[in-house]
């Protein structure tokens, strides 16, 4: 089975940078994903890494370490409308190739 | 195309009704996905398929019946559903086994599903 962990909240300040972490475990291994949800809409696809190091898209960074079962998504120059939730998740090496969610950060970004 | 479509956007049902979710993609995409979402918790896969036939079904109920007519149609038939099924239904897809995309769902808007 797979199962993660990420912090349930954070709050930064618009212009601020800040780093969120997701621990995993899994059997077998694919990349690790992130989404962005805002509160009633649908989980947006940000990010992917398949392998060691850190991808950048524009203000959002990912990086993953696959020895630790770690990784973070970094958001930089932080805006108002950043305020969403953010789920990282991977995705195992079932037949389904299905993507098993963590529990979601919500991140609050203060004037 | 790069849209995944979910109707409808909302949805009241009595207990004992029959109801059907609908989602659609022309991304070519061979993978489609229900998955089922509470208030302020993650997405949890309810039925995968893999080119129009189910591959995985993470222990649902049967109230819940998927249907995939085709590569670009999925459908999630409804009945008898319980006031705990309430939730927001979302539909997504994604390439088949392959890291194109970088490795990301598309989703749908989802259904917000209510069962009185």
């Known amino acids: 089975g797979q199962s993660l962990e990420q912090p349930s909240e954070v709050t930064a300040v618009e212009g601020a940078i800040v780093q969120i972490n997701c621990t995993y475990q899994?059997?077998?291994?694919?990349?690790l994903s992130w989404y962005q949800q805002h509160d009633g809409g649908a989980p947006t696809f940000l990010s992917y890494n398949a392998l060691d190091g850190l991808e950048e898209t524009g203000r959002f960074s990912s990086f993953l370490s696959r020895s630790d079962s770690y990784g973070y998504l970094l958001l930089q120059e932080l805006q108002m409308k950043d305020s969403a939730s953010y789920f990282c998740a991977v995705r195992g090496s079932n037949a389904g190739n299905m993507l098993t969610f963590g529990g979601g950060t919500r991140l609050m970004v203060k004037p | 195309d790069t849209e995944v479509t979910q109707t409808p956007k909302h949805l009241v049902m009595g207990m004992t009704n029959k109801k059907s979710l609908k989602c659609e993609q022309h991304m070519g995409h061979r993978a489609m996905y229900w998955y089922k979402q509470k208030a302020k918790k993650p997405p949890e896969l309810m039925f995968v398929?893999?080119?129009?036939?189910?591959?995985i079904n993470e222990s649902v109920p049967s109230r819940f019946s998927p249907e995939c007519p085709n590569s670009s149609l999925l459908n999630l038939h409804l009945h008898a559903l319980q006031p705990e099924d309430s939730a927001l239904y979302l539909c997504?897809?994604?390439?088949?086994?392959?890291?194109?995309?970088?490795?990301?769902?598309?989703f749908g808007s989802g259904t917000r599903l209510t069962v009185v």
């Open positions: 398929y893999s080119y129009e036939k189910l591959s």
């Open positions: 899994t059997s077998g291994f694919y990349g």
């Open positions: 997504a897809s994604s390439h088949r086994g392959s890291g194109t995309g970088g490795g990301g769902y598309t």
